[in-house]
């Protein structure tokens, strides 16, 4: 039989290894440091910056009392030394200086970051641990004790690695993860590795301004959707296009606001009166991008291979139509 003595030991190492790396059921039951410490982190929405400076201090503090990990005495003095003067002393606070124009310091930053975190049109995918953001302006990577970060006009992009995953505790499909290496021209500014499902690939690129290149040619497993957009614009831009009234006025695409309106659905796969499809008389209000997103939505997730010949309503008037149907404006 085994003694209490190392029965206890043993206990508590797998606490402190599930404290210290949290798994889905401990993040559950509130056992982690965001969670037992939230009066005093704050909302992470309202000041992204300083729930971080606050979040990585008392994470520190609190893996420092697991014995044999740190020392208590020495993390709580450097804590308060990077409390001291506003969190001036702070690592996160000497990142973003760096990123600091010369008349401004690193609250100006702060700002910044702190007012494109809380747009809704952000990336963001990974576990608390090791999170990945990507903003207008900015690509953070959150870990445990610090942030990363980059400014997208600076940075190159490169693929560095793949691992293939047979099985996921979500899924009973193979997971590609991607391994990607932020490099700054700022000499200040270190280099470092964000991690991705595959899947998620082709919404991180949408949001970068830099392109991706892939040293390590990687052959990237993208989404099921991703690949039938990619299809159904190369589908879409051999049909008949559409020229607009010299007096009418296109607007932005009402899906995503971003785009100017650059599809119109005109029947073209049949006469007028046959098949299912249906004339549609909605006024160019939508992208090529969001048409395909609208389609890909309303298909059978099982049956994909029923994807390029099925008909969908109009998002606007419910009008079927078909891929032959959408028609770029020129």
Sequence with gaps: ????????????????????FPPDEVRSAGLTVQ????????????????????????TLLAHSLLP??????????????????????HPLARTLAVHALPQS????????????FRRIDKFATGAPGAR?????????????????????QDIHLTVTDSRQHELTPDSNMPVQFLTIRVASINPYVKAF??????????????KLRAPISNAANVVIHQSLSDLFLETFTSLVEINQTYSVPSTQELEPCIGCMQTIANIKLIKNCQEPNEGECQQCYCRPMWCLTCMGKWFASRQDQQHPETWLSSQVPC?????????LDVCIIR
């Design 105 to 116: 310091g690193w609250r100006a930053v702060a700002s910044s970051i702190n007012t494109e």
């Design 193 to 206: 590795d964000i991690r991705l499902n595959s899947t998620e690939y082709g919404e991180l690129r949408e």
């Design 315 to 323: 998002p606007t008037c419910r009008a079927k139509f078909c891929i």
């Design 35 to 58: 969670s037992l410490l939230a009066a005093w982190l704050g909302s992470e929405d309202a000041a992204f910056v300083q729930y971080h400076l606050r979040r990585s201090t008392g």
């Design 132 to 152: 990945v953001i990507v903003t207008d302006t900015w690509v953070i990577k959150v870990t445990t004790y610090c942030l990363h970060v980059a400014q997208q």
């Design 1 to 20: 039989m085994e003694s209490p003595a190392v029965t206890f030991t043993l206990a508590y190492l797998v606490f402190a290894v599930c404290f210290v």
């Design 68 to 89: 044999l990990v740190l020392f208590p005495a020495v993390t709580s003095a450097l804590a308060y030394y990077w409390s001291r003067k506003g969190w001036n002393n």
